[in-house]
């Protein structure tokens, strides 16, 4: 992790040189004789990587070094642009105190390279000044071994996996072909594969079997000895081959047979290119069998999509747990209740639940031994985490370095939180994570990164997007077990689950780089003692949601007191009254949500903000962008509550402003044909009211609300090509309107919300909306609602709310083949039993849900 932040510190230091150029009058030559430096220290991290656990200390010195320094700089920074906000008779005034700041920051540099030096010049004293990955290789091969010894034996719930796999294995044609299992460290992929590999049908199947267990520090020599050692009797005469005359024995050795051979444990795609040379393509329907954690290896090796091995459920959950405690008896009553909870708490990870039942089996079996690590669940895990959370950390230890931030960042949410992914991805841009690259935007840069821990089975997706992007998603309990232990050994997070009294709050909680509160936030600030390591906390994220957290001005003192160079300020639910000025000496701030109920407008200093990229005030009632507004030419994503009239009176584009929502379309503020002009790369826009059409010409546009009235029929150059995701409330449409819209080549999601005072009857045209694949209708007043053959050929989900009126849906649905769900929330019961008749008794693919209650997501 080290490494990793001295890269984005070494980013951060050149982006400070390309930005601040000449006025880094008095430390320029430092701070370049820094970047050189740091260069210099990331090539020796590399050459050490495989012997970190002899030299920690070490380690634990150039991080030292590497966090002083950024906090070096971004002082200098704040301290240089109070002086560039001074007026000229101030800066006169101040021009001295600014010249012993720079000599202050001049002479801290040139400490901190002298201290790099020193970490360099000292490498050869740890012998490390090569790479040797055999010290990592042995402890990674130790933990693979007792991950295997826990998975290996008698798992439940597979037995529907083994049939499905099998069946890969069985069907397909006489060509040699791969088959992947992939998943979550310690969700039993070894035992799946195990009890695949010592089935009947597969020992009769094929002539000749063979099982290797790769692990990440494979050799590519020890695994072709162990394939024929399987195959063949082991002979000295093996010992002697070459790795080439390894790979032409084992390939005459298998090409007369039909074989299965089980890769298990494979963590790269370089595994299977550097071995498929040795298995034939025999023309025999010879198989070969992955088991990894990375989603890609089995898309390489393969185009048979891999088999994503899911959790226990929670009565198979129950069942492993039972069977691994009382040995077949059955659970004593007294026990069953905690025993179920604990059982739960594993989250239908088997390697959990297999420990959890180890820590009890030696125990009394007393209800209060039981309740207690029901209870405190996670601290007992962590009593032994060479079982358990070392296993899983292998995960996050195989991570490239620029993806270990990223996860080691769940740890800062609270238990079993669901995580919007869009939000999330924000805060990773603000904090640095994301490299920059000019031919791309950095959101698609970080979705990318979200995407890959998703593959490497380390995030779990709860809902997606309609575009098959992840929209919320969530970390098992023990993975964030894994980021907050590594965070706080990196001093990367403190979570703090309650609140503390200052007496014994620990001082060296502010050492941290991100502060997580999850407790009243109002409490927790005056606990913080104020001292010289409060400069090194950098993001401050508040999940409290008690009611009454109130922030006060005073409060708020206390925290600018404490947390002067935070980059990322999110207060959560806690409300603030009266929004401090001091908000504006954050001037590092890049990322800032709060909840003030009395906002109406944004602050003119809040404006002054140079660095910030997301302003999330949606929990305040602002109802105007004034010219404070055109300032913040940084800004990314603007997100207000209902509704901001902007003023006009700039002529510089806001060409960083991706979202935007939302805005008043009246005609002195917002209207399309100005809006493209100030706004060229908006891709999601939310306008109420005023001038509704002319869309078109906004071409990075995806996302568009339109709230009003619609007074003409809409025409096809009011919405731009690109769009595929569209909401019109209130927006009584015309069918002619409708006619229009099922044109538009890629909308994906459409939304009409009511009231809906007219409008009877709908029509959907023959062959009109082919890529739509969501289709809500929420308080429409639609008595008929009708669609021709070949429309919505592409529907998956509709849902129909508070559509009191309409009484059936349209014979054509039953044909529609992609349609997977239907929700009614408060409709007619005769709407639910035509819905019925027509899909629940014909279509079995489809699921129904009538419902009083739903909540959905603009």
Avoid at 148 to 167: I, L, P, W
Avoid at 674 to 701: C, D, H, Q
Wanted: hydrophobic share 40%.
């Amino acid at each position: 992790m080290a490494d990793a932040a001295i890269s984005f510190l070494i980013n951060n230091v050149g982006q400070l040189l390309i930005q601040e150029g000449s006025k880094l009058v008095g430390v320029e030559s430092q701070v370049k004789s820094l970047h050189d430096e740091l260069n210099l220290i990331k090539e020796f991290l590399e050459d050490s990587e495989g012997n970190r656990d002899k030299v920690k200390e070490l380690m634990s010195q150039i991080q030292a070094v590497a966090y002083r320094a950024e906090d070096v700089i971004d002082t200098y920074l704040v301290n240089k642009a109070k002086h560039e906000r001074r007026n000229t008779l101030e800066k006169f005034w101040h021009g001295g105190d600014h010249a012993v700041m720079l000599r202050g920051v001049a002479t801290d540099i040139e400490g901190i390279n002298s201290d790099i030096r020193n970490i360099y010049a000292n490498r050869d004293t740890y012998g490390i000044a090569r790479r040797d990955a055999s010290e990592l290789e042995d402890r990674r091969r130790s933990l693979s071994r007792r991950r295997r010894n826990v998975e290996e034996d008698e798992v439940v719930g597979f037995t529907h996996d083994a049939e499905k796999v099998m069946e890969l294995l069985r069907q397909g044609g006489r060509h040699r072909d791969v088959v992947s299992i992939f998943g979550m460290g310690g969700l039993g992929k070894t035992t799946l594969a195990k009890k695949i590999y010592n089935h009947s049908s597969m020992r009769n199947r094929f002539q000749c079997l063979a099982w290797v267990s790769v692990s990440q520090e494979f050799r590519h020599r020890e695994l072709l000895l162990g394939i024929l050692q399987c195959v063949t009797l082991a002979t000295e005469v093996l010992q002697q081959l070459s790795d080439e005359k390894l790979v032409e024995e084992l390939r005459k050795r298998l090409m007369d047979k039909q074989y299965l051979i089980v890769l298990d444990d494979v963590w790269t795609i370089q595994v299977w290119d550097e071995i498929k040379a040795a298995f034939p393509d025999n023309l025999n329907g010879s198989r070969i069998l992955v088991t990894s954690r990375v989603k890609e290896v089995g898309l390489h090796a393969s185009s048979i999509p891999p088999y994503f091995l899911p959790f226990l459920s929670d009565d198979e959950s129950w069942e492993l747990f039972s069977k691994k405690v009382f040995r077949g008896e059955v659970c004593p009553t007294h026990l069953e209740r905690d025993g179920r909870l604990i059982a739960e708490k594993c989250q239908g990870l088997p390697l959990a639940i297999v420990v959890a039942a180890g820590l009890l089996v030696t125990r009394d079996k007393k209800t209060a031994t039981w309740h207690e690590m029901a209870t405190n669940f996670s601290w007992y895990l962590s009593r032994d985490p060479e079982r358990c959370l070392d296993i899983l950390a292998l995960s996050y230890e195989d991570l490239p370095a620029y993806l270990k931030p990223c996860l080691l960042y769940f740890g800062v949410f609270p238990e079993d939180f669901e995580i919007p992914v869009r939000p999330l991805i924000r805060l990773w841009i603000a904090e640095g994570f994301v490299e920059k690259d000019n031919n791309r935007e950095m959101e698609d840069i970080a979705e990318d990164y979200f995407e890959q821990l998703i593959d490497r089975s380390l995030i779990q997706v709860v809902r997606r997007r309609t575009d098959e992007g992840v929209k919320v998603c969530r970390i098992h309990d023990l993975l964030r077990d894994v980021c907050i232990s590594e965070g706080r050994r990196e001093k990367f997070l403190e979570a703090h689950q309650r609140e503390v009294s200052t007496t014994s709050f620990s001082s060296t909680t502010t050492m941290f780089r991100r502060l997580s509160i999850h407790c009243r936030t109002s409490t927790y600030i005056p606990s913080i003692p104020s001292g010289p390591d409060s400069s090194r906390v950098r993001s401050l994220l508040c999940f409290g949601s008690s009611p009454g957290d109130r922030l006060s001005v005073e409060t708020f003192k206390l925290l600018y007191k404490c947390f002067r160079l935070l980059r990322v300020l999110d207060l959560g639910k806690t409300i603030i009254h009266n929004v401090s000025p001091l908000v504006g000496k954050l001037i590092l701030l890049r990322y800032l949500r709060m909840n003030a109920p009395y906002l109406r407008e944004i602050p003119s200093f809040i404006s002054e903000l140079p660095s910030l990229q997301t302003l999330d005030l949606r929990e305040s009632p602002v109802g105007s962008l004034t010219s404070n507004f055109w300032k913040m030419q940084q800004l990314r994503h603007l997100f207000l509550s209902q509704c901001g009239t902007v003023l006009r009176g700039r002529s510089t584009a806001m060409s960083n402003i991706q979202t935007l929502s939302s805005v008043h379309g009246s005609v002195a503020g917002f209207s399309p044909s100005w809006g493209i002009t100030m706004f060229p790369n908006v891709k999601k826009l939310a306008v109420y009211g005023g001038s509704l059409y002319g869309f078109s010409k906004f071409e990075r546009l995806r996302t568009l609300k339109i709230v009003g009235n619609i007074y003409r029929a809409i025409q096809p150059k009011d919405f731009p090509r690109c769009l595929t995701k569209l909401t019109m409330r209130t927006a009584e449409v015309s069918q002619g309107s409708t006619d229009t819209l099922g044109r538009l080549p890629n909308l994906l999601v459409l939304k009409f919300e009511g009231p809906w005072e007219k409008s009877a009857g709908l029509l959907f045209e023959e062959r009109s909306f082919l890529q739509l694949q969501v289709l809500h209708f929420v308080d429409l007043s639609l008595v008929a609602w009708g669609v021709k053959s070949g429309a919505l050929e592409s529907l998956q989900y509709l849902l129909l709310h508070r559509c009191h009126r309409l009484t059936s849906i349209p014979d054509e649905l039953k044909h529609v083949t992609t349609l997977r769900h239907v929700k009614t929330v408060r409709c007619s019961t005769t709407l639910e039993e035509d819905i019925s008749l027509k899909l629940g008794k014909i279509r079995k693919d489809v699921q129904l849900d009538f419902s009083t209650s739903y909540t959905f997501f603009w």
